[in-house]
């Protein structure tokens, strides 16, 4: 099944947002396999959002994901990358609908809680930039047959 990286931001972190957070996915049906609370450097984020680098506000949006912890989540599921993905709403978050993340959370374009991947070559890439293969924990769920069509699985 497809998987997709999370970033809880450091601001839903400090926010008391995080649980909160982690909670849609998993009502929504994701699966977590990999989870963990680190500080991102400099140089990780100059790699993880180097299509920004010429925009006025990279140093500010670099500071940002610096000013605290982060959460990184793996999500697994059923087309889970474009589903994480509208789920958290809009980049900016002034014009993110109500009931995403962001549109619930936030009105910044750039402190909008969650860092979400954008297609599932993507998700392939930023996986690999933060998690090792011993990150992961593979584990049975039972609910499977519940939640999906066995073409889904
Ligand atoms: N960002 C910002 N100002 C902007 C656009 C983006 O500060 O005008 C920040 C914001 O935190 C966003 C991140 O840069 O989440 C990455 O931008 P991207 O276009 O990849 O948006 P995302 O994939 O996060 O929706
Ligand atoms: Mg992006």
Same mark, same amino acid.
């Given at each position: ?46 790699? =993880? ?13 670099? *500071? ?13 599921? =059923? ?35 969650? =860092? ?23 584990? *049975? ?9 066995? *073409?889904?699985?």
């Amino acid at each position: 099944m497809e998987r997709t990286l999370v970033i809880l931001k450091p601001g839903c972190l400090q926010r008391g947002l995080a649980g909160e957070v982690i909670s849609r996915f998993e009502k929504r049906g994701l699966k977590l396999v990999a989870m963990k609370m680190v500080r991102l450097t400099d140089e990780v984020l100059d790699v =993880h959002y180097a299509h920004l680098k010429d925009k006025p506000f990279f140093q500010w949006l670099k *500071d940002g994901m610096m000013a605290a912890p982060v959460i990184l989540c793996c999500w697994e599921g =059923h087309c889970a990358v474009q589903v994480v993905r509208d789920m958290a709403g809009a980049t900016r978050a002034s014009k993110a609908v109500p009931g995403t993340i962001r549109g619930d959370y936030s009105t910044s374009a750039q402190e909008n809680i969650v =860092h979400t991947s954008d297609s599932p070559e993507n998700a392939a890439i930023e996986l690999e930039r933060f998690f090792v293969e011993s990150d992961y924990c593979f584990y *049975d769920s039972p609910l499977d047959a519940f939640k999906y069509a066995p *073409d889904e699985i």
